[in-house]
């Protein structure tokens, strides 16, 4: 189909009426220190229908909670196991196309072969309306060189490109098409020079940028060749915060407990991670990587060379929160310079 226009004005009464067929409408608006977020602004909050930089957390957030009762028990000895179920419709606005393809990924790791049902109950009544990039979100993102940006490629319902007089529309899936059609009066198709433009401004965007080659880096680290000083800088380095788990858009390790008063309680999953001394612990307290260097190492590991094998793509998206939000000043990003050039002899 062809690409349609919407003016800035329209974009308002779209959002407006969209608000109204969701339980929540999650959207970037400017919160504590004047940090952009995500949140319901439904009913309350000014969202950003267009904004630089990027969100401090993705909307892996809502869809994978920091800790989520999975079920309730009531009972030992034939009690009642019930299901706590999601089913609130939520729109999200403004997500970034790295956040997009964050998006993809993460379908793949929960709704592929085993499916995980609280996550599929949330994407199924999930609307994501992705904001491309006019420029980089910051000094330390590196979407243009792993192929995350300026726009998403797939993973979105709706795709928004900002130009000068209003926005590019564009739709990726039947939903997103059936929303287009049912506020057709608020868009007309776009004109040649809008379309001149917004390639213009997508040129601009990843002028410069040298694509990694991460099968070769895939294949680096699956053969075990960079260098031992490498990883020994990293671990000297990591103070085991999980700031690089906590904003990760991909990040998908959780643990599962059940806290129990007597006979009920509940079971509840909590998002867990690798750079956790005891998140590879076994049976009896047996640590197969007992040093610290190799907790975080399974972070890099993961993300550049054991997702590569199994999706075909790495599951680092480029957004760059991990390294703004590191205190050591570990850079997933320079790793990938330093094990690309300090292959062991």
């Not at 680096?220 to 490498?230: A, G, Q």
């Not at 612990?281 to 993961?302: L, Q, T, W, Y």
Request: hydrophobic share 35%; with cysteine; glycine share 8%.
């Amino acid at each position: 189909m062809n690409k349609l226009f919407i003016t800035h004005e329209d974009l308002k009464t779209f959002v407006e009426a969209l608000k109204k067929t969701c339980d929540e409408f999650i959207g970037p608006s400017r919160q504590h220190l004047n940090d952009i977020a995500f949140g319901d602004v439904k009913n309350d909050g000014e969202i950003l229908l267009n904004y630089d930089g990027n969100t401090i957390l993705s909307p892996r957030t809502f869809l994978l909670p920091q800790t989520e009762t999975l079920f309730e028990i009531k009972g030992s000895i034939g009690g009642k196991v019930s299901s706590i179920e999601d089913k609130k419709s939520r729109i999200f606005y403004g997500v970034r196309p790295c956040d997009t393809l964050a998006l993809s990924l993460m379908r793949r790791f929960f709704l592929e072969g085993i499916v995980d049902r609280p996550y599929q109950d949330k994407m199924e009544n999930a609307t994501f309306i992705t904001l491309a990039c006019a420029k980089p979100c910051s000094e330390r993102s590196f979407c243009r060189e792993i192929g995350s940006g300026p726009v998403a490629k797939k993973g979105f319902d709706i795709q928004l490109v900002a130009i000068n007089r209003g926005y590019l529309v564009e739709s990726g899936s039947k939903k997103g098409g059936a929303i287009l059609r049912k506020y057709k009066k608020l868009f007309i198709v776009s004109t040649p020079s809008d379309i001149k433009e917004s390639k213009r401004i997508l040129k601009d965007f990843a002028k410069e940028a040298k694509p990694i080659n991460y099968k070769r880096l895939a294949g680096i680290m699956r053969d075990d060749l960079v260098k031992e000083s490498v990883w020994d800088d990293i671990g000297l380095r990591c103070v085991i915060c999980s700031g690089c788990i906590t904003v990760c858009p991909t990040c998908s390790c959780f643990s599962v407990t059940d806290r129990m008063n007597g006979t009920s309680g509940v079971r509840v999953r909590y998002c867990d991670g690798c750079p956790y001394a005891g998140f590879t612990r076994m049976a009896g307290g047996a640590m197969p990587k007992p040093d610290h260097k190799d907790h975080i190492r399974r972070f890099f590991e993961h993300k550049l060379n054991v997702d590569v094998e199994r999706y075909g793509v790495p599951s680092c998206v480029g957004c760059g929160r991990c390294i703004e939000t590191c205190p050591g000043n570990i850079s997933i990003r320079k790793f990938i310079d330093d094990a690309m050039a300090s292959v062991k002899k």
